[in-house]
């Protein structure tokens, strides 16, 4: 939202651009896990015409790559059939909604200059953002809220301003192909809008509904308004109108907004339940009963019924899973680390914790179209078993098992057994074409780790039994895509490490030191899923765990690969998380370790490195017994890892968030608060001595 607590100033909230200049209102969008579209003419598009034979060590082997290329993120050179399947699906933006003045009759949007006074403030503990403004001459107060179990959000206007006029309107815009954008307003004969007669509440007893039913191409959805004392109107192809009734009270617009897929039938709950989603799932949830212990009167109104689910639920998740304090520390950056953390949890809470792994920038803004990245699952993800609040975690866990089949059909493609899992993909799982994506290797073991997680949170058969098959399919491919030498098992080539600067490369790259300390846990870490379950051990898990080569040391430090130009310094330090990310493996030693995390530090291109790297960097010094420097490593200043006032981890004009950074973080906290095992034990020995750390609720690391 925007300072008027709606999305009404689109234009002064862009995304800046790459190369070409970005519609306005990049970032003032609505979306949703399941808002997807895709365009027409994919029918016959396939990863074929894509697909080029590499040389690997058992002989040419398919791989997923592009006739074109990707420059500075821009596709050149792509057939007809890539740019398509790069492109969809993507994620819808459902809808702008802002203010409109009348004038004439006519309505048009507010102008960021006819606002003056403006202020707003996110209370965290309710969840509600409140916006104070003047317009037209008319002090204005804004409550913005979202429900925690329906796709609702709740809207309350106080203001004489509502006598005189301002309304608010909601504009519907298609799909759009591109990078960083959800709407695309260029073609309004592509999709239909139609607003339905009004009817009785069923969400909100007392209160009148209007449907606005929405079709693009293949996608359906539904957006239903209800208030006490309002009129809804079409006023345009795309646009609707909400204001007071005539009777109604002059000053005061209380409404909620409710999106709700297609699979909702007529999206009306009957029976009295609204529609919760809940691991991607529609299930009943009870409606707080009329003037139940409510202020505004009985029964509520609906934009104040959706502010005080918000109210009950966010102290229901400040009071559980994990906690830091640093308030008793003198050294003034506790402060800001502290700011950090809080923002942080509720940041990831809101984006992170949906039925699928989350795009980078969440539910704010596309990022590559709205796309997830599998290479980024962990960091998105893994602090919330960390923090004890592992059932925000299990929802997009449990997607893996939805795309199983077609990860095995890549594997099998390939000549693997087991399951291999796409890079970039939508809900379907497919994966895209592209000349870095399909041959990145570190999210395969990432499935593991996090059921891994899951299991120390929750020790029980359920878990075990549970996500079995994802984490013995992942091991599966593992196992058979180390490949036997004389010199022990080898990774590679074709790969591309997690330091994708290595691209143009990527046939011949062999052995990156952090790909090889993850397979090494991963197959050892699944092979004690079997011992759980009781069940017999299988050898060649072992025996490729136990006979990997060593990772390439020169001048006392881990080099990036173990072929020339063995480290480029520049993107992801990634040798670094093979021991920090990952705990000590016997791969890895911890003096080397120690002269290469100072390597780092001493001579890297910060500007080319992304959020997650500087809790990367954390990690490693905490496990090293370097406490400073783990604090250091948090709130370096560099351009990457700046966080501003509302918590977001800027990135680049853009990309202006970056929720792996906000997971990363709080994995680090973790770790450097909790411990791991057999780790030292002091209390919070990731932080200095002098620091005085209360935590509860946390799980250790690994």
Known sequence: MDLTGLQTLPRDYPVGPREDALPPGTLLGTQSAWGWHSTPGGEHCTLAGSTVLYDSPRGPVPYVDMVGDIVNDRETGTSAAETWLRANPHRLDLGRIGFHLLQGGTGRPLSSGELSGTSQTLDLWTGTVTSTFTVAGHPAKVTTACHPDRDELGIRVESTAVRDGLVIGIDFPYGSEAWHNAAGWEQP?????????????????????????????????????????????????????????????????????????????????????????????AEASTPLPPGAGHPLGTPPLPGSTVAAASASHWPRFWGSGGAVELAATADPRAAELERRIVLSQYLTAVNCSGS????????????????????????????????????????????????????????????????????????????????IGTFLIWQQPHPIHLAELVYRSRPCREVLEEFADIVFESAHFMAGFAHPTPRGFELGPPLIPAQECYGSLRGTVTNPTFELAYWQWGLRTAAAWRERLGLEPLQSWLTVADGLVPPRVLNGVYAAMDVEPFTIRTD?????????????????????????????????????????????????????????????????????????????????????????GNGGLLAAVALMAAGWDNGPDRHAPGFPAGWTVAWEGLVPAP
């Open 572 to 660: 992801h330090p990634s040798m670094l998380c093979a021991l920090g990310v990952l705990p000590l493996t016997d791969l890895i030693d911890e003096g080397i370790m120690n002269a290469t995390l100072e390597d780092v530090l001493a001579d890297w291109d910060w500007d080319s490195t992304w959020g997650w790297d500087y809790p990367v960097m954390a990690m490693t010094a905490a496990r090293l017994g370097r406490p400073e420097a783990a604090v250091n490593a948090l709130l370096r200043e560099a351009g990457k890892n700046t966080v501003l006032s509302n918590g977001h981890n800027r990135q680049t004009d853009s990309l202006p968030l970056y929720l792996p």
């Open 189 to 281: 004969e592509a999709h239909t809008t139609r607003l339905g007669q009004p009817h009785p509440s069923e969400l909100h007893p007392g209160s009148t509904s209007w449907i606005v039913h929405r079709e693009l191409d293949n996608a359906r959805y539904q957006v239903v308004v209800s208030g006490q004392g309002l009129t809804v109107d079409q006023t345009g192809t795309h646009h609707v109108r909400i204001h007071s009734c005539v009777d109604a009270d002059p000053a005061v617009l209380d409404l909620s907004i409710a999106f709700l897929s297609a699979g909702d039938g007529d999206c009306i709950p009957r029976g009295g339940a609204g529609l919760s989603r809940v691991a991607g799932k």
């Open 356 to 435: 699928l792994p989350p795009q980078e920038t969440g539910l704010v803004c596309n990022s590559w179209r709205g796309r997830f990245h599998l290479e980024m699952h962990w960091w998105h993800a893994a602090h919330f078993a960390h923090w004890n609040r592992v059932e925000l975690l299990l929802p997009s866990l449990r997607w893996y098992a939805t795309v199983l089949e077609g990860a095995r059909e890549t594997a099998r493609g390939q000549g693997f057994d087991g399951a291999r899992w796409p890079k970039q993909t939508g809900p379907d799982g497919r994966e895209s074409p592209s000349p």
